[in-house]
């Protein structure tokens, strides 16, 4: 179900609907594992991660991914509703998510060699601590104002 | 060390230890043996050319004194045969390159002390066949190897068991007292001469050096005549041989002094008699080849052995394995220079010629240019290895080195590098299913002629096993399990050499028929666990040391209750060493092939592959274990990891299909943003929390 808020028709922006909660919900339950096994393990100076740390990184990855889809095709329209910083904020953590994903993926394919794969995981990690920066801030503007 | 050669002085000692004084012969023997002429370390010559000097030189004895072969006829018209000692290469060589300097080299110094022992290498394997024994051998310590001595074995029957493939030296040369002692073995060199590096085996040019004479040699324990003999200079100058000599001697008489002379080959020498000597520097592939082929495609390599692709690409071994005058090879392995110490010699040496060049400098400052550009130096020794000819050393220096191109690697996330050596995916056969029969030179004694060699041609050696080397890589091994006879004692268990199991174990070990000896000249049959029994049975009687045992295969076998028992056992735990060569080309290394599915699959080589243990019982009684597992790797983890990569499709998939949804929105609200007609944020519009 739909609502809008009390303005003109021009102006009307929806309200946060199923797919966008669910979509948001996904995004965060997806990211939790990952960011627990890849920040995790880089702030214990455990890298590179391997068994269960990875298989658990990776095998989360999808969920990330979907939901932060779900995120990108059902917020934009809503997410005006929640005022300029979080606009700033929401618009800087869909484009690091997907910095996370592409450098998250590329290096399955053999389009990179060493100094590409290198740069990728570099990438990779810095993309993720931004990406949980954001969201942090991001979830922090959305909170309740009086 | 003291690395002069062997002097027998045995006219001298002959006239004084007559009569009454010849039981004072050891002593007076030990005197002129510390005392007597010993190779001088020379100032090393050099042309400072890339092209090889012409060695053309005066052939000196083990004296010091120069080999000059009579005229062909004497002054009444005779015909005189150009008799003389064996020539000396620490005198011959070593008057213009610094011996005891290169007798510290990797390849002679492995019984020195304090010489790191380094990486893994292949051991010397005593191999006896009848009594079934493959006992792995190194003076270095290597853990799962014996040092000679701890299994009564004098340093001269090693000598005798593997100088056809040692090159003299270390050993082969040892401290004059030693010579002089009451180890009737040792002493025996006081007859035969010591060992000397035969410089020839490796900086021949041309190959023409004689490996079966110089083996025949060392059996006949003419060891002082061996690089004479195997460099063709000449020929015994008499038939028997320094072995019959040894055999006759009887101690505290006088050594005999009749020993056999060269028969010089005249031609060899010029009107100075000079002998021209065809050498190199840079030693030919096909000489180390003798010491260090290894050849798993048994029967007929020529249609599946390709080499070694730098060999193809016109390398040679030594363009890698490079040493200074100090023969300080390089193995090549990642982490070597940590086994590399600068000697205090190599410093002093540096120094000098510091000091040559800048008088100014004072001793304190040279020593300690000197010890800093040798610091330098041994950085060099990183940029020999795969890695660093490849990608260069850690300061991003070196890299392409010998033409060496840049790996692109394509598609391999980095942690690999982290988990596996370079020769993981490029070296040795490409992995199979089960692990292959490797015949090496040092094991097998290729190079010298012999029988057409066998799947079970002792000692049995098993490539390439998976293991993890000194720094925690995945790298491929060869793998050998120790055979032997030994007694078991507070779970040690002490190897029997072969000659006292023969003795012990009489006709309880089987006797091959002469009928089966063309057909099997190997004896490779197994032993059955009731000859096993019988053996053991034999060896007990009067042993109050421990328990007879034997073990093959993984195994440790034991006499119980009367019934022949088999278990796992710590001392039965097979022996590995890295493998670096053949290295495969970039498009028949792992991976190279079905990628990620190589190593990433419910069957892949490198973790499920089968290890089965080799010796010679039966070959379903040995320990089977699969690579991980010899690894120690969590089999769970393992298999759980293969099959994501089932699903690892699918993964790309739907992420990328995400990543390019993700984008069209980013790319639309940019271009919505581009033409000013976004929604403006908080503007007249009430904010709603997340609820």
């Known amino acids: 179900m739909t609502t809008t808020t009390s303005l003109p028709e021009s102006r009307a922006i929806p309200a946060l609907g199923a797919w966008a909660r669910l979509g948001y919900l996904l995004m965060l339950l997806g990211f939790l594992p990952v960011a627990a096994t890849g920040i995790g393990t880089f702030l214990l100076g455990q890298v590179p991660m391997s068994h269960w740390i990875l298989m658990a990184h990776v095998g989360a990855s999808p969920a990330f991914a979907l939901g932060l889809t779900l995120v990108a095709l059902t917020w934009p329209s809503r997410e005006a509703r929640y005022g300029s910083i979080s606009w700033f904020f929401f618009w800087l953590m869909l484009l690091a998510g997907l910095v996370v994903i592409l450098s998250g993926v590329l290096p399955m394919t053999p389009l990179l060699g060493t100094e590409g794969q290198h740069l990728l995981y570099l990438t990779h990690r810095y993309s993720g601590i931004a990406f949980a920066v954001l969201v942090l801030l991001h979830l922090f503007s959305l909170r309740p104002r009086r | 060390m003291s690395v002069g050669p062997f002097l027998p002085a045995p006219t001298l000692c002959a006239r004084l230890v007559e009569g009454s004084l010849q039981t004072l012969f050891p002593l007076l023997l030990g005197l002129v043996l510390v005392w007597g002429p010993q190779a001088p370390a020379a100032e090393n010559l050099g042309t400072e050319s890339r092209m090889p000097y012409r060695h053309v030189i005066p052939l000196r004895d083990h ?20 008799r003389g000692s064996p020539y000396s290469t620490a005198r011959t060589c070593g008057k213009c390159h610094d011996y005891p300097s290169i007798s510290q080299g990797w390849h002679f110094n492995a019984a020195n002390e304090g010489v790191p022992a380094g990486r893994p290498g292949e051991p010397w394997i005593l191999t006896d066949p ?23 074995m004098s340093d001269y029957d090693f000598l005798v068991a593997f100088a056809r493939h040692y090159p003299g030296g270390g050993v082969g040369e040892p401290p004059k007292e030693r010579m002089g002692t009451n180890d009737v073995r040792m002493r025996r060199m006081q007859i035969t001469g010591a060992l000397e590096i035969d410089c020839l085996i490796c900086h021949n040019r041309h190959g023409d050096y004689d490996h079966e004479a110089r083996y025949k040699a060392v059996l006949s324990e003419n060891f002082k005549w061996a690089p004479t003999i195997a460099s063709e200079l000449g020929v015994y100058g008499a038939s028997r041989t320094a072995k019959a000599f040894a055999d006759a001697w009887r101690p505290p008489r006088p050594a005999a002094t009749n020993l056999p002379p060269i028969k010089y080959e005249r031609h060899r020498f010029d009107s100075g008699n000079h002998v021209t000597f065809d050498v190199t520097s840079k030693a030919a592939s096909e000489s180390c080849y003798y010491c260090h082929t290894s050849e798993s495609h048994l029967g007929d390599s020529r249609w599946h052995a390709d080499g070694d692709v730098h060999i193809r690409a016109g390398m040679s071994c030594v363009d890698c394995h490079r040493n200074g005058i100090d023969h300080q090879i390089v193995r090549g392995y990642e982490g070597e220079t940590k086994d590399r110490p600068i000697r205090a010699e190599a410093i002093t040496l540096r120094a000098k010629l510091l000091l040559r060049d800048d008088p100014a400098l004072t001793e304190t400052d040279a020593l300690r240019f000197a010890e800093s550009r040798l610091m330098e130096d041994l950085g060099k020794v990183e940029t020999l290895s795969c890695a660093g000819c490849h990608y260069g050393s850690t300061d991003g220096q070196s890299a392409g080195r010998l033409g060496a191109p840049l ?116 004896n490779t049959r197994p032993l059955t666990d009731a000859q096993i029994r019988d053996v053991l049975g034999a060896l007990a009687p009067g042993r109050t040391n421990g328990e007879p045992v034997f073990l093959a295969a993984g195994k440790l076998y034991r006499v119980s209750g009367g019934e022949l028992q088999s278990e796992e056992h710590a001392a039965a735990r097979p022996y590995a060493w890295a493998l670096g060569h053949d290295v495969r080309p970039a498009s028949q290394s792992v991976g190279g092939v079905k990628g990620c599915a190589d190593c990433h699959a419910d069957d892949s080589p490198i973790y499920f592959g089968t290890v089965a243990a080799r010796g010679p019982v039966d070959p379903k009684s040995g320990v089977t274990k699969d690579h991980l597992e010899l690894r120690g790797d969590d089999r769970t983890v393992v298999s759980t990891f293969a099959f994501t990569f089932k699903f690892r499709p699918m993964l790309k998939v739907i992420t990328f299909g995400c990543a390019v949804l993700i984008l069209g929105v980013l790319l639309g609200r940019g271009l919505v943003f581009l033409s000013g007609t976004r929604s403006t944020p908080g503007r007249g519009i009430k904010q709603e929390p997340l609820s």
């Open chain 2, 130 to 152: 009848a009594t079934r024994t493959q006992l792995p051998l190194s003076y270095r310590g290597w853990e799962g190897t014996f040092r000679p001595p701890d299994v009564g």
């Open chain 2, 407 to 522: 790996p692109h690697h394509a598609g391999l996330p980095p942690i690999h590098f982290e988990i596996l050596t370079c020769t993981a995916c490029h070296s040795g056969p490409v992995p199979g299913n089960a692990t292959e029969i490797v015949h090496t030179s040092l094991a097998h004694k290729l190079g010298l002629p012999a029988p057409i060699r066998g799947e079970n041609t002792a000692p049995a050696i098993v490539q390439s096993v998976f293991l993890r080397d000194g720094n925690g890589k995945i790298a491929p091994h060869k793998m050998v399990w120790p055979s032997y006879w030994g007694v078991l004692s507070n779970t040690v268990v002490t190897p029997l050499l072969p000659d006292v199991v023969a003795k012990a174990a009489g006709d309880k070990l089987p006797t091959q028929a002469n009928a089966d000896v063309e057909r099997d000249p190997y």
């Open chain 2, 63 to 82: 004296n010091g004194d120069m080999i000059t072969p009579p005229a062909a006829f004497d002054e009444q018209g005779k015909p005189q045969e150009p």
